[in-house]
């Protein structure tokens, strides 16, 4: 059974396997350049009290790193949505059942190696593009944004084993390849973007941190900010959607008349600005940076409870049809 799936997948594989190698070799060149780049800008960020704005290594493959946020639901469109599909439009899985193969056999094998090629997959493109990404976190500080977190650490393996799960499952209940993979594509999308924008996060209760105004306050590390604000002295919060002039976060209408700057240039506050603004603290709600790996195995462990229902959903399917 494993030499049939070999036999039918050669090409998929072969045609994968060349598209990582000429990906490797891309991201190895651009990413050894890149470290290159960063190692020798140190001393001139040191020298220049910080850097902004500094980019490394080449824009075609930095956008090409980024567009890996849909490699995996490549393998869900090619992989997994024509396996069962492909074979019930041609009628080949009746003919393999009344073979001496029996449906379990057949569907165990053949989505289990899938199912390893698919981590494979996604888990060689995720090693390389956090591999390559590692100068450009350490300037950044942004592993929690969306455009990062999707495609670096372990997630992408999850994503990618959800894909081809998704789209085994869609092939199953509707039995033809094309809408089963535009089932494949908008499920895909659709749980993605839910997780990402509403509840990510959820996964941990974030902390909030406040200070004084007048001072500012930037946790360690490569946190996600939530939200932030001013609060009165009372604990309500200020509204800073109003016109005007703004010290130190706090709407100058809250302040003495005198720390409204009328004048154009340097404006510096007199003391009872600083009095004033000493009643007022600043509040900043956040994940911090130590819990990055916890937030990937935690949607990991998401991606890989759903794929493991999807797959259980196609066996009965399978086993119960036609039964």
């Known amino acids: ?146 455009g990062r977190f999707d495609i670096m650490g372990i997630v992408p393996v999850a994503y990618s084993v959800f894909a081809l799960a998704l789209g085994i499952a869609a092939g199953a209940l509707v039995r033809r390849v094309l809408p089963a993979m535009a089932i494949t594509l908008g499920g895909f999308i659709a749980v993605r ?37 001013v609060l009165f002295p009372n604990g309500q919060p200020v509204d800073q959607n109003t016109n005007g002039n703004v010290l130190n976060g706090v709407p100058v209408t809250y302040l003495p008349a005198s720390c409204n700057q009328t004048t154009r240039g340097v404006f510096t506050p007199p003391p009872s600005c600083t009095q004033a603004l000493a009643h007022f603290r600043g509040y900043l709600t956040y994940q911090p940076a130590g819990r990055y790996w916890t937030f990937q195995g935690i949607e990991t462990g998401i991606f890989l409870v759903l794929a493991a229902a999807l797959i259980a959903v196609t066996a009965v399917t399978l086993l119960r049809r036609d039964a």
């Open 1 to 146: 059974m494993t030499w049939l799936v070999w036999r039918q997948y050669r090409l998929q594989f072969s045609l994968g396997a060349a598209l990582l190698a000429a990906f490797a070799a891309l991201i190895v060149i651009t990413g050894v350049q890149a470290a290159d780049q960063w190692h020798a800008a140190q001393a001139a960020c040191a020298a220049s009290h910080g850097c902004q704005n500094l980019f490394l290594g080449s824009h075609a493959v930095g956008f090409l790193v980024i567009m890996t946020v849909g490699a995996p639901v490549l393998v869900g469109l090619f992989w997994g949505a024509p396996l069962v599909a492909a074979e019930s439009e041609a009628g080949t899985t009746h003919f393999a059942w009344m073979q001496s193969v029996t449906r379990k056999r057949w569907f165990a094998v053949k989505v289990g190696w899938m199912l390893l090629a698919a981590a494979l997959w996604g888990g060689v493109i995720s090693a390389l593009v956090t591999w390559w990404s590692g100068p450009d976190n350490a300037q950044q500080l942004d592993a929690f944004n969306t």
């Open 193 to 229: 973007a839910v997780i990402a924008l509403f509840l990510r996060r959820h996964y941990l209760s974030p902390v909030t941190a406040y200070h004084s105004v007048i001072t500012s306050f930037t946790p360690s590390g490569s946190y996600w900010s939530l939200g932030m604000g």
